[in-house]
């Protein structure tokens, strides 16, 4: 498998291996793929077949918990829990679950979901007895605070990013090949320097380079640490969008060097029927693209659920994914975003890294939008959502528009190769923050097998 092979997701599944798949009967379904596979079929379907295979594995893997060991937690953690409140989260599809052989899986990661998702449940819990519950939202209310148009939002970051091989993962002696994402000078980033990596890497990243990544080739060796630092000075202009000139804005056209980003990126932006009916819904007879723009973000922010997702690697069509079930974590939001607007006409494009929020750093996606008398500017629906739901509008319309300085940019584009390539398919084939590492003859996917750790982050 390698990264081209991502053009084969336009092969659907064939009926019985998709019926047996949502049924929840995966060995089933590995036997009939494994059936195809000795028969005389296409290039194209043979490729599907054995992505999902890796699919299948990835899904295994991110929901872990069976369902009598869900509920446990519920009624360890949250006192008074009941059976029917684990049914009602079901019903209100507040949690995620699937099918693995004939049980309910559910994700690694559902309890933290919850707490994150529902304040209800986060002070219920027994471990949050008597604590504030902290978030990025008093952080950036301080930056925005008697902003102008023209204002430049400014921060510093100082990061220290790890990854490590877990004992068993490692195979002494042999060639082992990392990529740990690593931010360049371009667009908000100003003044960076890298202060410290270890080991040296084999090689650092162009500026103009979509996914930048330092990467290491080492001999695999126990207790290694492969880490990079770096500092930069955040630095990009305030765009009151909420009130701006509609006029003004009206006037221009959208320049040809735009145009890549109204285009179809398949698998996942990808202009579907349905998406073009909710596209056509949302724009309505209007052509101003800022007003269109903001129609689109509107309906993302309060329409759609932030929600923790399986990898991204086992999802056939994200952006469509998230139209149907109204539901998605920050990167979901965003490709549908971009999509919906390439549809309206108005270029869109990826951006993702890490945020810097000293109370919770993390991988975090958002994007940009392109309005011709305007240029090049920022959404961040899942942050745009989450203080709409506050009923923090100033925040809301911040989002649109403009992004706060706690944060990492690294990735300026969605579904692209390394440089250098990767040797074996990716954890993640279409974004990277937290790293990729590799033997020559097998990648290594899962969380559980790496350590990533984030340190000393610093904003002034």
């Not at 309906?299 to 659920?305: A, F, G, L």
């Not at 944060?407 to 990767?422: A, G, H, M």
Request: with cysteine.
């Amino acid at each position: 498998m390698n990264f081209s092979d991502l053009r084969c997701f336009v092969a659907q599944l064939p009926e019985d291996i998709l019926k047996e798949k949502w049924s929840g009967h995966f060995d089933r379904a590995r036997a009939l793929i494994e059936r195809r596979l000795d028969d005389d079929i296409p290039e194209v379907l043979r490729t599907r077949l054995k992505q999902e295979r890796y699919i299948l594995d990835t899904l295994e893997s991110n929901y872990s918990i069976p369902e009598e060991e869900a509920l446990q937690i519920l009624q360890e953690h949250l006192p008074g829990f009941t059976a029917e409140e684990f049914e009602e989260l079901h019903l209100s599809g507040r949690i995620d679950w699937i099918y693995i052989n004939g049980k309910k899986w559910y994700l690694s990661n559902f309890y933290k979901a919850l707490l994150k998702m529902y304040p209800e449940l986060w002070h219920r819990a027994l471990e949050n007895q008597g604590e504030e519950r902290k978030g990025t939202h008093p952080l950036i209310t301080a930056v925005i605070k008697d902003l102008k148009p023209g204002d430049l939002v400014k921060g510093h970051v100082h990061m220290k990013h790890q990854v490590e091989l877990y004992p068993h993962m490692v195979r002494e002696g042999e060639t082992l090949h990392v990529h740990i994402p690593l931010p360049v000078e371009r667009q908000q980033i100003k003044n960076l320097q890298y202060i410290a990596f270890e080991p040296q890497p084999v090689s650092l990243p162009k500026v103009d380079t979509p996914q930048p990544t330092a990467y290491f080739e080492v001999q695999a060796e126990r207790g290694q640490v492969f880490t990079v630092e770096y500092a930069f000075d955040y630095e990009a202009e305030y765009h009151d969008l909420a009130h701006a000139d509609l006029e003004a804005v009206a006037m221009g056209s959208v320049p040809e060097i735009t145009h890549k980003y109204l285009e179809e990126h398949w698998p996942h932006i990808k202009f579907s029927p349905y998406l073009r009916m909710l596209a056509e819904e949302l724009r309505g007879d209007e052509t101003n693209l800022l007003v269109i723009a903001r129609r689109i973000y509107d309906y993302i922010t309060t329409k759609v659920e932030y929600r923790y997702v399986r990898d991204y690697k086992a999802f056939e069509t994200i952006p469509e994914t998230v139209a149907l079930l109204m539901r998605g974590d920050c990167g979901q939001q965003a490709l549908l975003f971009i999509t919906l607007c390439r549809i309206c006409g108005i270029p869109a494009r990826w951006q993702s890294g890490i945020s810097a929020n000293p109370n919770d750093p993390g991988a975090h996606d958002w994007c940009q939008f392109y309005i011709p008398s305007i240029g090049w500017v920022y959404a961040d629906l899942s942050l745009g959502g989450a203080a709409y739901r506050r009923g923090d509008f100033d925040l809301w319309n911040f989002h649109f528009g403009n992004l706060d300085p706690y944060r990492v940019p690294i990735n300026n584009e969605f579904q692209v190769e390394f440089d250098p390539p990767k040797k074996q398919w990716r954890k993640d084939p279409y974004d990277n923050q937290m790293g990729e590492l590799e033997y020559d003859d097998e990648g290594i996917y899962r969380v559980s097998e790496r350590k990533v750790t984030l340190t000393t982050v610093e904003i002034y």
